[in-house]
Structures are given as structure tokens and as C-alpha cells.
């Protein structure tokens, strides 16, 4: 039986057409929304529930730590809980974290959200570069050991991201450019289909500008592309083939505030549909 990776876990929800990511990102005037007070109780209650709507229907749920940690030590314990939800409910996880730090403080934060058996154990996590892609190095033992994932930022939804992230290296290639090529060059053993380490990807952007071929066929194992900006940044689900090209085959249509805007009741309704609909586009382009 194969092991229960990261790598091979995400592969399955790629073979069943799940490139749905369901952010859960407790705004406080989503919480009002949903009639739950602005704390760490709203905050858990808008997690589970995104759990429950989320399960056998999206690929993973990506958790926003901040909208967490806002409330203290009580966010982590409701963050605890999300996490365990999701963990019995066989959800894939990725941790939006976005840790960076020189290597031995990277690994601290690698082990706490990567370590099995840990309270904040996710699937992956997501990560920065911009120490050097060695600085990770204390995540990859959790990675090719245990099976666990990062997503690197490479080109960010954001615009004021630009002008790090197309800046030129002595090497003559754009940041996130490289940030792409190390993660592809990244080997776990256990990567029949896909790779472990992948990247983050703004949907909201042409990635030529960043140095990016979208055009190349799709690598192998294929590069898991982790894609915010979907929906309440502006960018179309229908046009995710067109701007993602070959790395559409693993890619990740993160929504927040478009999924969760409307309340708990119909949350099950607005993923699926959502989910129906990426999968639609992309399938139309793979053909
Ligand atoms: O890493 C991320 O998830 C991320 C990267 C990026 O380039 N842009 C981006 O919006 N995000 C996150 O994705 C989510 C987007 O939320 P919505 O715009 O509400 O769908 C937020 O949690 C952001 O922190």
C-alpha cells in the first residue's frame, strides 16, 4: 500500500478532478455575517464548519494563521480544533503560515506545523524564500521523512510584489523564475506524480512577466501550484487554463472571502459549485 504522503494524497484529489483550495480566513465581518462574534469561538466555528463543506467535494482547505492568532493563545486552541477536524475528516491541509527565517529558526517553525503528532501538524505549509531557498533546508527531513509539503511564494497576487519578485538575481534569471526552478528541483523519494515542494502562484497575474513559461508541458512529477487571488481579488476560475497553461495539471484554485461570503447556511452549495467549475475549466483544457 502506498504511503500516506502529502505528495500522494494531493495526486489522489488531482485524479478525482479536486483542484479546489477553500481558504479559511475568519475576517471579522465575515464572522458578523455569519452571526458569530468577532473571537476565537467564531473563529472555530467558521473553521469546522468549512471543514464539514469542504470534505470529499475540495482538494484541502488552507487555514489564514492570521486571522487566528489575532485572538491570542485562545486562537491557537480553536485552530487546534479545526485542524484535528480536518485531520479525522481525512481534509488535506495547508497551513498558510508563511514562514521564512534564517535555517535554524526555519526549522522550529518547520517542526511545529510539519512535526506528526504535533497540535498544529498540517499537510504543508507555506513558505518564503527570500532568505535563500537553502534556509528551508530544516523542513526537507520532515518532508522526504514524513511525507509533508511546502508551497513557496514565488510570484504573489499582490501587486506591490512586483518589484522583489521580477527583480533579476546575478544569475540573470527573476525570483520567482528561480523560486519555480528550485522547487522543480526538489526530489522526495516518495514523488511518483507529484512533487512535495511547489509554489505559490497569484491567479491574478501574467506569469511571463515574472519569467514564468506557462507554455512548457506539464513537469513530472508535475508541480503543485498553489493559486490565490480566485474571486473576491478579481481573477476568473474560467480563465485559470489560460493563465496556469502546463501548470494547471496540479494546481490549487485558492477562494476565501468568495466561499465564505453568504453565511454557514449555503456554504456546501457555494463549494461545490465552485469546485464543479474548476474542475470544468481545467479539464476542458487538459483534454
Ligand atoms: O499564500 C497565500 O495563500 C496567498 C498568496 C498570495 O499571493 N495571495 C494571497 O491572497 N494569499 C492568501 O490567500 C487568501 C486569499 O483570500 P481571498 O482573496 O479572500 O480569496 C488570503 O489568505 C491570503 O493571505
Known amino acids: 500500500m502506498a504511503v500516506e504522503t502529502f505528495s500522494n494524497r494531493l495526486a489522489a484529489q488531482l485524479a478525482a478532478k479536486r483542484h479546489l483550495c477553500v481558504g479559511i480566513d475568519p475576517h471579522a465581518p465575515l464572522l458578523a455575517d455569519w452571526g458569530l462574534a468577532d473571537d476565537a469561538a467564531g473563529a472555530e466555528r467558521m473553521g469546522r464548519e468549512v471543514i464539514a463543506a469542504a470534505a470529499g467535494v475540495a482538494a484541502c482547505v488552507k487555514p489564514q494563521i492570521a486571522f487566528f492568532e489575532r485572538f491570542g493563545s485562545a486562537g491557537y486552541v480553536a485552530l487546534e480544533r479545526v ?80 518589484e522583489v519578485q521580477r527583480a533579476v538575481r546575478e544569475d540573470g534569471r527573476m525570483v520567482a523564475q528561480a523560486v519555480v526552478d528550485d522547487a522543480l528541483a526538489f526530489d522526495a523519494p516518495h514523488d511518483t506524480h507529484v512533487n512535495s515542494i511547489g509554489v505559490v502562484l497569484g491567479a491574478t497575474l501574467n506569469l511571463a512577466d515574472f519569467g514564468i513559461d506557462v507554455t512548457l508541458p506539464p513537469a513530472k512529477p508535475a508541480l503543485p501550484v498553489l493559486a490565490p487571488g480566485f474571486g473576491h481579488q478579481g481573477a476568473r476560475i474560467e480563465d485559470a487554463a ?5 501548470l494547471g495539471w496540479a494546481l490549487l484554485a485558492s477562494e476565501s472571502r468568495s466561499v465564505l461570503a453568504g453565511g454557514a447556511e449555503g456554504l456546501s452549495d457555494r463549494v461545490r459549485v465552485r469546485a464543479e467549475t474548476i474542475a470544468t475549466a481545467l479539464t476542458v483544457s487538459k483534454g
Do not use: C
Not at 527565517?101 to 498544529?120: C, H, K, R, V
Not at 489560460?242 to 502546463?246: M, N
Open 83 to 162: 485542524l484535528a477536524d480536518a485531520r479525522e475528516a481525512g481534509v488535506l491541509v495547508i497551513a498558510d503560515v508563511k514562514r521564512g527565517d534564517i535555517g535554524s529558526s526555519f526549522a522550529a517553525y518547520a517542526d511545529a506545523w510539519l512535526t506528526p503528532g504535533s497540535p498544529l501538524e498540517a499537510d504543508a505549509m507555506t513558505v518564503g524564500a527570500y532568505q535563500g531557498f537553502g534556509s528551508l533546508s530544516g523542513a526537507f527531513d520532515l518532508v522526504r521523512d514524513h511525507g509533508k509539503g511546502l508551497f513557496v511564494l514565488a510570484a504573489t497576487s499582490n501587486p506591490e510584489a512586483r
Open 242 to 246: 489560460h493563465t496556469f497553461g502546463g
